[in-house]
């Protein structure tokens, strides 16, 4: 079937811009999590939704970082201001329920110019 | 301190070779553990999880040490399809967050 989707596969912005990037989780999953990925390092969590709620965004890095999943399903991490430390792979995942396997998407390779 | 820590290699082996990672983790409360595997500019897949008795799944085995906190996994046989990064990976106990090392790049050789 089919996998997690992330659109775009790549954003270039300027400094000061405003972002956003969009999951697509498999089709009944109803957790869903983003995951920053730097260069040369492992993810790094940013949040986790169930259902519609983010229950847990203690890894977004500052407030210019808000995730939304308004109906359930398809996810959308916007980024305000951007700066070029923001540039990374920015990785969603899915799961059936909380704490089963997580499955990844490909990700959405930022650079803030 | 990180909470996960690998040795980030690279390992380079030739093709046939056993090859080892290890993996140690902070948090002594930690009760699920994987290896993922990642191939360069690919997002994480699964490669398996890690159990208190120790796992195989056909050239790659998994075991765990609690009492260390340690995890380890074992590639034998290694195959020029082997080589990635491999992450290992501790869930926390509410299942909703995993903490990823920094990852172990493995290059098998012909």
């Known amino acids: 079937g089919a996998g997690v989707s992330q659109t775009p596969s790549n954003k270039v912005t300027e400094k000061g811009k405003y972002v956003e990037l969009r999951c697509d989780p498999i089709?009944?999953?109803?957790?869903l999590y983003w995951y920053r990925q730097s260069l040369g390092q492992g993810p790094e969590f940013l949040i986790y939704f169930q259902g519609t709620g983010a229950a847990d965004d203690s890894g977004l890095p500052n407030d210019r970082f808000f995730a939304v999943r308004p109906e359930g399903s398809v996810s959308t991490l916007k980024i305000q201001r951007t700066e070029r430390g923001d540039s990374a792979v920015y990785l969603c995942?899915?799961?059936?329920?909380?704490?089963?396997?997580?499955?990844f998407g490909p990700g959405t390779r930022l650079t803030v110019l | 301190r990180k909470e996960v820590e690998q040795d980030p290699g690279p390992f380079n082996v030739p093709e046939g070779a056993t090859v080892a990672f290890n993996c140690t983790y902070s948090?002594?409360?930690?009760?699920?553990f994987f290896w993922y595997r990642q191939d360069c500019r690919k997002e994480p897949k699964l490669l398996m999880s890690v159990y208190s008795s120790g796992n195989e799944d056909g050239r790659f085995t998994a075991q765990l040490n609690r009492a260390s906190q340690y995890i380890s996994l074992l590639i034998r046989d290694s195959k020029l399809s082997d080589s990635a990064t491999y992450l290992c990976v501790v869930m926390n106990n509410a299942g909703n967050m995993l903490t990823f090392g920094g990852g172990t790049r493995l290059m098998v050789k012909p």
């Open positions: 089709s009944g999953h109803t957790a």
């Open positions: 995942a899915s799961s059936p329920q909380t704490g089963n396997t997580q499955y």
């Open positions: 948090n002594s409360a930690s009760q699920s």
